[in-house]
């Protein structure tokens, strides 16, 4: 069965769809949404307004939740046009992040937990190129990509043959 919790007004049109965030202190969900003046909102399961940020621009694909940190606490992580940011339940930047880029970035993020221990790994589409990256904000050594030959069109993915990892 299926029924309506809540109703909300924004004063501006929504970007997207809402995207749903664990709550590790209700055990409930939160509702994240972007409005076209680029602001986020994060909505209690109840309808109340947690808190908003301003964003730069438009978030590329939706808003993932992870546990950067390890401990159970939960944070969301997504991009935008030129940034790469981590957030925690409070709307506060996680300590390294946001993360700028020069060039913009052309899909959005992939989160990637290869044995789903936490230890996640995060590609950045730029282009022709990927980028990967650690919990830290920093590349992962022994990842080589060679360029494409043309502009990437979908997010990364990550496949498992054997004992080896490909993006």
Known sequence: MVSEVFNKKFEKQLLAAPSF???HRTGKKNIVVQDVENTLH?????????????????IIGSVQEIDI???GRKQITFTTQ???YVLDRNGNDVRGFPVSFKDDITQPLSVFDYDNNRKYRFAIVQGSEILLYDSN?????GFKYRKAESKIVLPASHIRIGNKDYI
């Open 21 to 23: 965030f664990n709550n």
């Open 42 to 58: 994060l909505l209690s399961n109840t309808g109340k307004t947690l808190w908003t940020k301003r964003l730069e621009s438009p």
């Open 69 to 71: 940190l390890r401990n």
């Open 82 to 84: 030129n940034k790469w």
């Open 137 to 141: 904000a920093k590349i992962v050594k």
